[in-house]
């Protein structure tokens, strides 16, 4: 009983118990009639509320919102229907998916009511035929999904549970707003090889990228071969630079190979190798004679 009503049947209420008492016992009696008739009669709906009204069986209305009378005994609200939206919360527990794997996927659904009539006359329990409904979209559409696309894409999954289950409470006056999928849960087997086959590919393209990385640094080295070949002074740069590299650091000493000094320096060692091979070719090409003896052995022969 509303706050409305309960005051009038208040108010009658007491106005004939005082009548009875002070006035006449048959206005007395009348005015509890009175309150009691308000009582029955006077219905007050919220802004989110429908009151459904039927007549001798019949349908008479959908009232709300706000104060409306009714007719006692032969009038009688058989629902009361909040138009709000409303909440379900549904699963399907061990579902195989199209390629065998049981899973556990817990859903929320957002409906509302559009249509009060249908809702209270076209089916008895319009709340749990809701979450029946859900949980037999929730376990075909797991049925006829991949794992793998359950997983990742979650707002298609969504939209298709929204467009089913809609397609079935439409008839109800039922419309569902969106449909979420919380949480898929897979056996903890099935993660470990999940994640070893996560972890090969990462190696894999890990290993992918560090050819791709040796064969550009091989081509630019190719080239910096090319370059050097081309000019030796760079070279010799590139050898002071790196000696000046390693030892700027203070307190360092380092000891150099002249081997390996001579070969970070082709320009000083050229011109050394050419004045060698100037000075050994006439010492291989002209050989001095051995003075002859006599046969006596006695001085050279003249």
């Not at 009983?1 to 005051?7: G, K, L, R």
């Not at 061990?94 to 509302?112: E, Y």
């Not at 008895?124 to 979209?137: G, M």
């Not at 999928?181 to 999940?194: H, K, W, Y």
Request: charged share 20%.
């Amino acid at each position: 009983m509303n706050p409305v009503t309960s005051f009038l049947v208040l108010v009658f209420a007491l106005a004939g118990i005082a009548a009875g008492v002070w006035v006449s016992l048959y206005l007395g009696v009348l005015l509890l009639a009175c309150a009691a008739v308000i009582g029955m009669s006077l219905k007050m709906a919220n802004v989110w509320q429908k009151f459904v009204v039927l007549r001798m069986g019949k349908l008479q209305g959908v009232r709300g919102p706000g104060m409306f009378a009714i007719f006692p005994v032969l009038d009688t609200v058989v629902a009361v229907i909040d138009e709000r939206i409303q909440t379900t919360a549904f699963n399907a527990e061990q579902a195989l998916t199209r390629d065998t794997v049981p899973v556990n996927v817990d859903a929320i659904i957002f409906w509302h009511v559009h249509d009060a009539e249908k809702a209270a006359l076209a089916i008895t329990n319009y709340r749990e035929a809701i979450d029946r409904v859900a949980q037999t979209s929730l376990r075909e559409m797991i049925g006829s999904s991949m794992l793998a696309a359950l997983l990742s894409d979650r707002k298609d999954a969504d939209e298709q549970l929204k467009a089913e289950i809609g397609r079935k409470t439409a008839p109800w006056g039922i419309s569902v707003s969106s449909v979420e999928i919380r949480d898929v849960a897979i056996p903890e087997a099935l993660q470990d090889a999940m994640s070893r086959q996560a972890q090969a590919e990462r190696e894999k393209q890990a290993r992918v990228i560090l050819g791709s990385a040796e064969a550009a640094i091989a081509g630019q080295f190719v080239e910096a071969a090319n370059i050097y070949a081309g000019h030796p002074e760079a070279l010799q740069l590139r050898a002071m630079n790196i000696i000046y590299e390693v030892t700027k650091e203070r307190g360092t000493a380092i000891l150099i190979p002249s081997a390996m000094v001579d070969s970070l320096n082709p320009s000083a060692t050229l011109p050394l190798a050419l004045v060698a091979a100037t000075i050994t070719a006439p010492a291989a090409g002209s050989r001095t004679a051995a003075p002859e003896t006599r046969p006596g052995g006695i001085g050279p022969r003249s």
